[in-house]
């Protein structure tokens, strides 16, 4: 057994893990000790039993290689048994929740900053996931980050690298390491949630689809899935080989950043379904032909017709959303007759509620759709069980959209960023608007007129926790919102997320422009917050 190193450190300030984990730019990352306090502060405060199973793995970004060996020393020096690591350093997001499950892991390390770009000047992140598979909630969160503020040594043993690439068991420092398959637990718990019959003979029958992995981690598991095992053409999963820099784009699966695929979707010729995912793999786009599905619309059309997948079949418990996702899911849960529930922003809000087996089904706006299968959100699943009840139900997504809004109405739905603004011009936004929250009811913005307004606070149905301060709430009387909230996931500055949303009922006009159907909302987010003058700017970066 090799020598436990024990390396003096200084505590690192204020590394306050945010929505999904510790996000910096990757020369933050490269500072001595950094990326080894984090990971010692997890370590510290998840105290591993001796003998404890770890799985690393990561999107493939540049320095995910770096990492991963450090943290195999370092989890060799602090007592775990074993450790499962993707080959080649892979795992996307909800394969690794499934590798902790299925191995009952103590945990795991993600190494992702997910949809941010990558590469040497880029972004890259760390993340602890818990035993059953989703990421630590805040009471870990907060620990580790009072950890690192006090941390004064890190433990590593002496050892080599490890060969990534070479599938199989190696020894460091007295603790196993084996080298598995990245795609095949994966692709098996998919081929066991849905129809592959039913879809493999719907390809058959001619069903087409492009599938954008953006050179990100989801590339070999959508060309096993997709390609190998349900028939479709080869090359129809596109940038399918994860790369350090993600080619150099955003591997961001919205309008803007998938434009290519958006395109090829309304043109001629265009296929059934696009799709895309993120650098780790947890969020999807989906795009039918001529027609784009936001994804609060997604979570609610996959939720109404989730009995078409066989693992789903007669076991819809309940929905959650994240509170800025728009209420179409929460109609769908009503005609269903099951609970729906309003968590904070981030997926670690759903673990309780997946655990306790209270919602079955869950998504975000961030096009973010997952199910109780693992505790992650689920980019391919969220594609496969669209293709599920694409082949079942013979009908296009466009058809499927329009009957699901001629029965349960349309909410119109936008997101608009303001990115790398200052943090003081941020700030100076949300607490000018908390302190007037009290005076917006009864107060008229055009035609709109304020019934509720309030900061949002989540009381934890399961283990009585409270999240507060979880974004700023305006709701119209008739239905209309709009959402104000500080992203926990930027690396530069500060993100201003302002949340539109308008509902049109199954009489009214379910064929209108979104951007027509929000401009009452806009006008009033203006008059609201003072958005221009806070942060500078005139107009949005980003409009998903
Ligand atoms: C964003 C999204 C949120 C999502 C989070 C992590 O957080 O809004 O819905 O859960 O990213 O997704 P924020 O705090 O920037 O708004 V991922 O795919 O980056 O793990
Ligand atoms: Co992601």
């Not at 975000?364 to 594609?383: F, P």
Request: with cysteine.
């Amino acid at each position: 057994m090799s020598q436990i190193v024990t390396v003096p450190t200084q505590p690192f300030e204020g590394q306050a893990p945010g929505t999904s984990g510790l996000r910096k730019k990757v020369k933050v990352f490269q500072q001595p000790n950094y990326a080894e306090n984090f990971i010692q502060s997890v370590f510290d405060v998840v105290s591993p039993e001796p003998g404890a199973v770890l799985v690393i793995g990561g999107d493939g970004r540049f320095h995910n290689r770096t990492v991963i060996q450090q943290a195999i020393r370092m989890a060799a020096a602090n007592g775990y048994g074993k450790v499962l690591v993707g080959q080649g350093g892979i795992l996307s997001t909800p394969a690794a929740s499934n590798v902790i499950r299925k191995y009952k892991a103590s945990g795991g390390l993600i190494l992702s900053a997910s949809h941010n770009p990558g590469g040497p000047d880029e972004d890259f992140g760390i993340k602890y996931n818990i035993a059953n598979g989703g990421p630590a909630p805040e009471g870990v969160t907060g620990a580790v980050l009072d950890r690192t503020k006090e941390i004064d040594r890190w433990l590593t043993v002496e050892a080599d690298d490890i060969d990534l690439d070479t599938p199989g068991d190696v020894t460091v420092g007295g603790m196993t390491v084996s080298v598995i398959d990245p795609v095949a637990d994966y692709a098996d718990l998919m081929e066991e949630l849905f129809d592959f019959d039913a879809i493999r003979a719907a390809v058959q029958g001619g069903l087409t689809m492009r599938f954008d992995a953006m050179s990100a981690v989801t590339g070999p598991y959508a060309t096993e899935i997709l390609e190998n095992r349900l028939g479709f053409a080869k090359g129809t999963v596109v940038n399918g080989t994860p790369l350090e820099d993600f080619g150099g784009h955003h591997p961001d699966p919205n309008l803007i950043h998938a434009k290519d695929l958006y395109d090829l979707m309304m043109g001629e010729g265009a296929p059934d379904l696009g799709a895309a995912s993120d650098g780790d793999g947890d969020r999807n786009l989906i795009i039918g032909r001529g027609r784009f599905i936001t994804p609060s619309d997604s979570l609610a059309m996959l939720a109404a017709n989730i009995e078409c997948a066989p693992a789903y079949k007669g076991r819809l418990t309940g929905i959650a959303r994240s509170m800025p996702t728009s209420a179409a899911a929460d109609r769908v849960a009503e005609a269903l007759g099951v609970p729906c529930f309003e968590t904070p922003t981030g997926w670690k809000f759903f673990g309780n509620l997946l655990d306790a087996g209270k919602v079955t089904i869950c998504g975000e706006e961030s096009a973010g759709t997952g199910s109780d299968h693992v505790r992650e959100k689920d980019g391919l699943w969220a594609v496969l069980l669209w293709l599920n009840i694409l082949a079942v139900r013979k009908i296009s997504v466009d058809a499927l959209a329009r009957e699901h809004w001629a029965r349960f109405g349309r909410n119109y739905y936008a997101r608009h960023d303001y990115e790398g603004i200052e943090k003081t011009g941020a700030d100076a936004l949300m607490d000018g608007l908390k302190a007037r929250l009290d005076t917006l009811p009864g107060k008229a913005f055009g035609a709109l007129v304020v019934a509720v307004a309030d900061s949002f606070s989540y009381t934890d149905p399961v283990d009585g926790s409270v999240s507060a301060n979880q974004g700023i709430r305006v709701l119209f009387e008739g239905g209309s919102r709009v959402v104000f909230r500080l992203s926990g996931t930027g690396t530069q500055g500060a993100t201003l997320r302002v949340y539109l949303e308008n509902y049109t009922g199954p009489d009214g006009d379910l064929d209108a422009e979104t951007g027509d159907m929000l401009a009452p909302q806009i006008a009033a987010a203006e008059a609201i917050a003072g958005i221009v003058q806070h942060t500078g700017r005139t107009a949005p970066d980003v409009i998903t």
